[in-house]
């Protein structure tokens, strides 16, 4: 028995093999698994879900298909698909999860996050993210136009691109404070994020013992993907796209 995790796929008809890869990682790593978390930038944009194409209608089918042969599928919103509604987790035969989220796995409290909260030195980029998920401005960005929303939503990676060119890289990861908070206020005792695309597992030595923090990797010119076993051991993952005959590499724990 078995659950997955991922995260920031930035799925984009610009990215055939990633999209490829995935496809092929339903159809076989998830296939038979418990469940399936899928924790954020799930898509490279989402501009709501009255904007779909034959892009995402392909990939929610996949979905749909894993789901309907008794996998269960958890997604969490992302800085870049944040605008995922209920009408794509009916399509897709899914759930939408809170960011944070406490989840029982095999008996253990995980905690799930996306990951860009815990970012908290980057100032200009929570100010953002707080109005960006505000329900009032999603109600005007969604009373738009799709090619109106899409305008909008190619000025937003715009400026975010130029903005994090100047930015150095520390000012981006997860900062330490906000990282030991979230432990404190969910009482876990491992955390699992994406966002920062650092794969990675982190230790913390406290007085209740080991803290774990597992960052998942982006899917770039590899896949990543924790496994956890209902024996709570698990396995950081990563294979090559689109060779996806390459054996799994770990980092177990």
């Known amino acids: 028995m078995s659950t997955l995790f991922i995260s920031d796929l930035h799925l984009d008809p610009s990215r055939p093999a990633t999209a490829r890869a995935f496809l092929s990682f339903l159809s076989n790593t998830a296939n038979g698994a418990d469940a399936l978390y899928i924790l954020g930038d799930f898509f490279e944009a989402w501009i709501g879900d009255d904007a779909g194409t034959a ?44 960011d944070p ?7 253990r409290a995980l ?34 136009s799709i090619e109106q929303r899409q305008l909008i939503a190619q000025q937003l990676r715009a400026a975010s691109s130029a903005a994090n060119s100047n930015k150095s890289q520390d000012i981006m990861d997860v900062n330490g404070d906000a990282v030991a908070a979230s432990f404190e206020q969910h009482g876990v005792d ?58 799994p590499q770990t980092i177990t724990s």
């Not at 989220?101 to 008996?107: A, E, N, P, T």
């Not at 100032?123 to 738009?144: G, M, V």
Request: glycine share 6%; proline share 3%; charged share 20%.
């Open 55 to 98: 892009f995402s209608d392909t990939i929610i089918t996949g979905l749909r298909t894993l789901s309907n042969s008794g996998t269960a599928i958890y997604l969490q919103h992302g800085n870049r698909d944040f605008l995922l509604g209920q009408r794509f987790c009916t399509e897709a035969n899914c759930s939408l999860l809170p």
């Open 111 to 144: 905690l799930l996050m996306h990951g860009d909260s815990l970012c908290t030195d980057d100032t200009d980029y929570i100010e953002l993210r707080k109005q960006l998920r505000a329900p009032q401005w999603q109600a005007q960005f969604l009373a738009q």
């Open 190 to 247: 491992l955390l699992i994020h994406g966002h920062t695309h650092r794969p990675a597992i982190h230790e913390y030595p406290h007085h209740n013992g080991l803290r774990k923090r597992v960052v998942l990797g982006d899917w770039d010119d590899y896949a990543w993907s924790l496994c956890y076993h209902d024996d709570h051991s698990y396995q950081l993952e990563h294979w090559a796209i689109p060779q996806q005959a390459i054996a």
């Open 101 to 107: 989220c406490v989840i029982d796995c095999y008996g």
